[in-house]
């Protein structure tokens, strides 16, 4: 689902606090943190999840080691920080989406979606690939599991509001939709994401989708 919300893999089980010590209250706190932030994606992306130790993401970010583990107790916990901050921005867009679509046809209703879910994991595309590895190498948070829930509770309420759908099918659909997204956006990260094959995702995606949800919910061609 969403942002790879799929957990179609097998994670470890992390028994470690993911707790961040502090949170950042001011301006110098908060470009510190965003500072290891950009350092852990760029060390993700040069060496991967099982080689990224605490000691080069503060060489990266400029600060010492000790100042990182003023934030955070361990690289999990940093992890977990940074895919909490991703998945809040991916659903928020969602969830604009969706509101302005209540009610609108189901052509509309893809469209909006799509954009927002393609613009905003585009708009993140190095995060998004960073963190893929981290989603599949440890498990889920309660934190990952409520933004899911949060998203799919946006698009089924948003399916809801179209004239004579059939409503026991929405949750499905939905499951559907959610995938198709999350692969086919992936996919096209994967490639480098030059405009115009977002443009030709977005096109084939807005094809797919607006047959799909208007045949499964309404039966309409």
Not at 19 to 29: C, D, M, T
Request: aromatic share 6%; glycine share 6%.
């Amino acid at each position: 689902m969403i942002l790879q919300f799929l957990n179609s893999h097998m994670p470890k089980t992390i028994t470690k606090s993911l707790k961040p010590r502090k949170k950042p209250v001011q301006e110098r706190s908060g470009q510190t943190v965003d500072a290891i932030f950009e350092a852990t994606i760029q060390v993700l992306l040069k060496d991967g999840v099982k080689n990224l130790t605490t000691t080069r993401v503060a060489e990266r970010a400029g600060v010492s080691v000790g100042t990182f583990y003023q934030y955070y107790p361990n690289k999990e916990a940093l992890f977990f920080a940074i895919l909490e901050r991703h998945l809040e921005f991916i659903g928020t867009s969602v969830q604009i989406a969706c509101a302005k679509s209540h009610g609108r046809p189901v052509d509309e209703m893809m469209s909006n979606l799509i954009e927002s879910y393609v613009d905003s994991k585009i708009k993140k595309r190095d995060i998004s690939l960073a963190i893929w590895e981290v989603v599949t190498e440890f498990s889920c948070t309660p934190k990952y599991a409520h933004v899911v829930k949060r998203v799919e509770a946006d698009i089924t309420t948003m399916l809801n509001t179209l004239p004579g759908a059939r409503v026991e099918k929405i949750p499905f659909v939905t499951a559907m939709i959610l995938s198709t997204l999350g692969g086919a956006t992936k996919m096209i990260m994967e490639k480098g994401a030059p405009p115009h094959m977002v443009k030709d995702l977005k096109t084939s995606l807005q094809i797919m989708l607006e047959a799909y949800v208007g045949k499964a919910l309404n039966g309409s061609e």
